[in-house]
């Protein structure tokens, strides 16, 4: 028995570590290439900053991988022993098809209670990571933190508007600057042809070069009026402590199940629904277990369908992903608005699809 045991877990692990790889790098490639071609191409990112992306972006997406790298491994292995009268031979020695599978079972619960912690602390932690090294790039190379065409208040006192932006010479270009003087008070305005940011190590500024333009200058008798001012070149200093707040400010997926947990309580303390944080608690340990529920199911069908043609495994394996996944998010939005309960939600594909598992494994065992 330990033979067969080793002998299928062979078979599972090879097309399981290929699909896993395989499939996370086409999610990280093709989820972000136009991001990140735009980091590198347009904004003059540097190569090790774009690899840190790809490094933080992996944990969350493993989130989902994982599961189905199960499934389609699963079909894959167990598909080609049935289709090659494997099973059919182990059936005739007198041993139960599901002391075949569990070994099987039993590994992809571990997984799933490995996922559910690796959810909670890594996928959490990496994520928030990954929008912090977007902050750096701000910070290292402010051009590559704005757009053209859009009014940019992330620094504190003023509100900017740029034409033009040529992230690879750090150039800006016909810049408008308008500052705010309050109530009952006109906004002052700078205008500029042309602009450059300098960085100031080692502290939350940086200074913005402006050159040919107008400024708009306090009247020394009467500072609610302003006198157009010329110049070459001016100088400012911007503050980019608050750009940097807003970006680093963790979401709620960014969260723990422990920081969740005091999240939701605190907004229930001020009257206010906690539905989207309970949700996002009950999805971290949902989309967990799915990887002990593709592996009961994949495991059924691929003795049952009796096919070795990966072709057709894997046509097995889209179907039930197209029809597990769009079914959980469904219920996810319904339970972010408050509409279900969260735990009802996230839950309920988990208990269809392991209802019908768990049919098709009785039927193939007691036949």
């Not at 569990?102 to 932690?125: E, K, M, V």
């Not at 206010?272 to 608690?281: D, E, F, M, R, V």
Request: glycine fraction near 6%; proline fraction near 4%; charge should be positive.
């Amino acid at each position: 028995m330990k033979i067969l045991r080793n002998y299928i877990l062979r078979e599972f692990a090879g097309p399981f570590f290929l699909c896993l790889g395989v499939l996370t790098f086409v999610m990280v490639l093709i989820g972000n290439l136009k991001r990140i071609a735009d980091l590198v191409i347009n904004k003059g990112v540097d190569l090790f900053s774009v690899i840190q992306i790809f490094i933080y972006l992996v944990p969350y997406l493993v989130t989902y991988t994982l599961p189905i790298s199960i499934l389609v491994a699963i079909l894959l292995a167990l598909g080609r022993l049935s289709g090659d009268n494997e099973v059919v031979a182990i059936r005739s020695s007198g041993i139960n098809l599901f002391k075949l599978i569990l070994p099987l079972l039993t590994i992809s619960l571990a997984l799933s209670l490995g996922l559910a912690a690796f959810n909670d602390q890594a996928a959490s932690y990496s994520h928030f990571a990954y929008r912090k090294v977007l902050q750096e790039m701000g910070i290292k190379n402010p051009t590559a933190a704005f757009e053209e065409g859009v009014f940019i208040d992330s620094f504190k006192k003023y509100i900017l508007f740029i034409y033009h932006v040529d992230q690879k010479k750090n150039r800006l270009n016909n810049i408008r600057i308008y500052e705010p003087q309050g109530e009952d008070r006109p906004t002052r305005t700078i205008v500029a042809k042309a602009g450059e940011f300098i960085s100031v190590p080692g502290k939350n500024i940086v200074k913005l070069k402006l050159i040919d333009g107008t400024s708009d200058e306090p009247d020394p008798e009467n500072p609610t009026n302003f006198y157009k001012l010329n110049f070459r070149t001016y100088f400012m200093n911007l503050d980019i402590a608050q750009m940097q707040d807003k970006v680093v400010e963790k979401k709620y997926k960014e969260m723990t199940i422990k920081e969740l947990k005091v999240e939701a309580k605190k907004l229930q303390s001020e009257g206010i629904s906690p539905a989207p944080l309970i949700t996002k608690i009950h999805e971290k340990l949902a989309l967990a277990f799915s990887c002990f529920v593709f592996m009961l199911l994949g495991s059924s069908l691929g003795i049952i369908t009796r096919r070795r043609e990966k072709s057709i495994n894997i046509g097995i394996a889209v179907l039930i992903i197209v029809c597990y996944y769009p079914m959980y998010i469904g219920l996810v939005a319904l339970a972010m608005e408050g509409v279900i309960p969260a735990a009802l939600a996230c839950w309920t594909p988990n208990i269809i699809f392991t209802a019908i598992a768990g049919f098709l494994t009785y039927k193939l065992c007691a036949s």
